[in-house]
Nanobody, 112 residues
């Protein structure tokens, strides 16, 4: 049974940091590209960052370049999103997407 379990969301002040995790099980994690998406209220889901299977170039949305870093640990079947210098406009539900599977989402709220 495939499972993607996200964690690490929460409430943070502008300029703060959070690290999201997405733990995968039930499939060969290392064989798939992994991505983080986000969806803010009233907006469409958007791609935030993507990391290939092994090595290769990561890709980021222009809005998060220089602030967010995607990484993966294939030994732990986990993909991460380190988010620094958070802004109110980063407020959204963040989802991991691996292969054809979605996580349940984790809420990130940036507010003073």
């Amino acid at each position: 049974q495939v499972q993607l379990v996200e964690s690490g969301g929460g409430l943070v002040q502008p300029g703060g940091s959070l690290r999201l995790s997405c733990a995968a099980s039930g499939f060969t994690f290392s064989s798939y590209r992994a991505s983080w998406y986000r969806q803010a209220p009233g907006k469409e889901r958007e791609l935030v960052a993507t990391i290939p299977t092994i090595g290769g170039k990561t890709n980021y949305a222009d809005s998060v370049k220089g602030r967010f870093t995607i990484s993966r640990d294939n030994s732990k079947n986990t993909v991460y999103l380190q988010m620094n210098n958070l802004k109110p406009e980063d407020t959204a539900v963040y989802f991991c997407f691996i292969g054809v599977w979605w996580g349940q989402g984790t809420q990130v709220t940036v507010s003073s």
